[in-house]
T-cell receptor
Framework: GQSLEQPSEVTAVEGAIVQINCTYQ??????LSWYQQHDGGAPTFLSY????GLEETGRFSSFLSRSDSYGYLLLQELQMKDSASYFC??????????????FGKGTKLSVIP | NAGVTQTPKFQVLKTGQSMTLQCAQD?????MYWYRQDPGMGLRLIYY???????DKGEVPNGYNVSRLNKREFSLRLESAAPSQTSVYFC????????????????FGQGTRLTVV
């Protein structure tokens, strides 16, 4: 099976930078994704790392180290609208052309003025 | 495009009743997934399907059955609902990952809020 660990809650000040870490244990690892979910809404895709290194998309960046089974999501210039839950998810190859997508329990980010 | 459409959006069942949650996607994706979300538990994979006619168990399959009717549709059935199945259910779809780097994003429906009393 797969297991993912991420902090349950993080609080940060508007305009600041916050980093949400994710460690995982799995076989057949293919890549690490990040999703955002506002209360009452559906998860939406933020970023994906298939190879080691940093991926940048606007104010959001994501990092992966496959050797350390570790990744993080970096949010810069925090805005109040960034208050949401953030999930890391591993894409795992499960054989016969089939890929699982398994999520962590999520990190609730609260942005305060 | 509608993306991923789930029906119904809300449902209340009595213990022991059965129902089917419907999911359809119009993006020609190969992979489809069913998740349940409970407070503090994140999204837990119930079943997934890599292509039409194939389904695989995820982390929490007990009490559920699925059917990949065609490439567009993936339904989730509760044969005898239990209060422990009260949850928000999400359907999602994605392409298979490609070596060029595409196919990595999963698209979610708006969810079905199910209460079993």
């Amino acid at each position: 099976g797969q297991s993912l660990e991420q902090p349950s809650e993080v609080t940060a000040v508007e305009g600041a930078i916050v980093q949400i870490n994710c460690t995982y244990q799995t076989s057949g690892f293919y890549g690490l994704s990040w999703y955002q979910q506002h209360d009452g809404g559906a998860p939406t895709f933020l970023s994906y790392n298939g190879l080691d290194g940093l991926e940048e998309t606007g104010r959001f960046s994501s990092f992966l180290s496959r050797s350390d089974s570790y990744g993080y999501l970096l949010l810069q210039e925090l805005q109040m609208k960034d208050s949401a839950s953030y999930f890391c998810a591993v894409r795992v190859y499960s054989g016969a052309g089939s890929y699982q997508l398994t999520f962590g329990k999520g990190t609730k980010l609260s942005v305060i003025p | 495009n509608a993306g991923v459409t789930q029906t119904p959006k809300f449902q209340v069942l009595k213990t022991g009743q059965s129902m089917t949650l419907q999911c359809a996607q119009d993006m020609n994706h190969n992979s489809m997934y069913w998740y349940r979300q409970d407070p503090g538990m994140g999204l837990r994979l119930i079943y997934y399907s890599a292509s039409e006619g194939t389904t695989d168990k995820g982390e929490v399959p007990n009490g559920y059955n699925v059917s990949r009717l065609n490439k567009r549709e993936f339904s989730l059935r509760l044969e005898s609902a239990a209060p422990s199945q009260t949850s928000v259910y999400f359907c999602a779809s994605s392409e298979h990952p490609r070596q060029t780097g595409g196919g990595t994003e999963a698209f979610f429906g708006q969810g079905t809020r199910l209460t079993v009393v």
